[in-house]
């Protein structure tokens, strides 16, 4: 594939890069340098134009957002609580997926007025439990969400549930279902415009690996 504008790419370390980087192979962009080592944050590739910056996953939107990145992957939890602003999606890449749940002690009472809900993810867990019509108390955490009930912070957590390892370590069950979690692709509405013709078959490259 051609590049002619050069793009910047920014990508989260962990699950997301791990699970990108294949996707990005078929699209014949690779990494020079190797992200588990380097300490860069600017990271070549085997096309001069094209840059991978390395950041928390939870800045992926803001930096797409602003321009600062052309395009990212970021899950659809974090785009929720970013909001979207400034961004298009349009791929869901079908990776990192897991499960958004509503979990904690078992047989926990789901239904009650004014329960406390520990969470990270504090616009989806407010938008599940106000389409239920109930009342809640959200109690923002930026982690270990699981140790909330343990220790009375909270009735209930929100959180991402995966292989449901975590909460079973902690003696917790997932109680109900919030909604279903993958990393989207998101680009920079003015570098859609701009970019077109390079983003545009990058995004098709993509959008052929996953549809194999
Ligand atoms: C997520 C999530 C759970 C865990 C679930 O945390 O918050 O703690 O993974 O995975 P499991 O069901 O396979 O056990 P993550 O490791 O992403 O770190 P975080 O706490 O920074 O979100």
New binding site residues.
Partial sequence: MEFESPITIALAKGRILKDTLPLLKHAGIELRDDPDTSRKLILDTNIDAVKVVLIRATDVPTYVQWGAADLGVSGKDTLIEHGGDGLYEPLDLQIAK?RLMVAGHPGARLDGQRLRIAT?YVKAAKQHFAAKGQQVEIIKLY????LAPLVGLSDLIV?????????KANGLVPLEFVMDISSRLVVNKASWKMKHETIIALVESLAEVING
């Fill in positions: 897991c990270k982690g270990s969400m699981e959180d991402l549930v995966e292989s449901g390892n975590t909460l």
